[in-house]
């Protein structure tokens, strides 16, 4: 029997508005605003071009609705890799938008409506402060279908612990809930109303944006503090599993997910 290649994957969209000091972040896919690399290098970029931005003080991060906040990286082209160099160039993509949220010298709020899975739990352990609605569920499914949360390991466990990091790299295919994720520090405020979500997350950054740029900015290397070395360590780990998602087992297990 012919196999057929699987198509090539959407690049999605990135949206910016930059108003009263507050720059809001849209990225959307058709499926689920999962993050396949076009879509991935385009928010880094984003990101870099906002932090000399002086118009944007405060940056608002968040996806299309409804459905998903992030589905995680795009399966599609993830079943498209076929050597090592391919695999660890797709990780990258993850891995230069975290280190592009790390320096960046504004804080970042994450707005998230839905659930959010793999690489997209990475995104929000990035952000500075995450505003989340109570339907939000958290998910690590990478060791599920035969790699692991390498890439997005270091900036999730070091918002949640490694225990609680644990528990999720490890049980793959169990959701947390919303109250699961805020308890470990994961989201940083819960709400029970999409209107409640909006004004939390605008309220917030028009605050920021009034407050003094050199001061957020002294608390964010603050904060990420023990983290320089990290351009070193997330190459490593796309590395890693660049090489990993060529073993059989993983790609017998994307077959299956994509024949579901």
Known sequence: METVPPAPPAPGAVRLDVAAGVATIQFSHP????????????????????????????????????????AGASFDELRAITDAVGGREFFMGFARLILAMRRAPKFIIARVHGRTVGGGVGVVAASDFAVAHESAQVKLSELAVGIGPFVVGPVIERKIGLAAFQTLAVDATEWRDAAWAERRGLFSRVVDAPAALDAVVDGLATRLAGSNPDAMAHMKAAFWHGTEHWDELLEKRAEMSGTLVLSDFARRALAAFAAR
């Not at 993050?35 to 870099?48: C, G, N, Q």
């Open 31 to 70: 499926k689920g605003n999962s993050l396949p690399s076009a879509l991935l290098r385009r928010l880094a970029a984003t990101v870099d071009a906002l932090a000399t931005n002086d118009e944007a003080r405060v940056i608002v991060l968040r996806s299309e609705e409804p459905g998903p906040f992030c």
